[in-house]
Nanobody, 125 residues
Framework: QVQLVEFGGGLVQAGGSLRLSCAAS????????VAWFRQAPGKERDIVAA????????YYADSLKDRFTIFRDNAHDTVYLQMNSLKPEDTAVYYC?????WGPGIVSPDAMDYWGKGTLVTVSS
């Protein structure tokens, strides 16, 4: 089993940037693909980005790929989500999750094996 903890949420003005981090304990990330999802109030949990820990391949939601970047720090077993040019509509709880399956299904929350508790990102206008 792997425990995931997210860091880096907070309040930021529109146009600003935040970097979220996801750290693993219990196991390393190496068997997994690591994904970021987000859930706004009253909305479904949606994929933001994902990375295959072994290959470094990445997936992005089309609407976010120009502003968000997912990257990893192998030495510290941490995955980051760099978010730039933030908009009020980016306000959500951001969750880190892992799955042993890398493929088209990674966009679905149901494909994830483990989840962090989430970190709140609030973007003010």
């Amino acid at each position: 089993q792997v425990q995931l903890v997210e860091f880096g949420g907070g309040l930021v003005q529109a146009g600003g940037s935040l970097r979220l981090s996801c750290a693993a304990s219990g196991r390393t990330f190496s068997p997994y693909a690591v994904a970021w999802f987000r859930q706004a109030p009253g909305k479904e949990r949606d994929i933001v980005a994902a990375t295959n820990w072994r290959t470094g391949n990445a997936y992005y939601a089309d609407s976010l790929k120009d502003r968000f970047t997912i990257f990893r720090d192998n030495a510290h077993d941490t995955v980051y989500l760099q978010m730039n040019s933030l908009k009020p509509e980016d306000t959500a709880v951001y969750y880190c999750a892992v799955t042993t399956h890398w493929g088209p299904g990674i966009v679905s929350p149901d494909a994830m094996d483990y989840w962090g508790k989430g970190t709140l990102v609030t973007v003010s206008s």
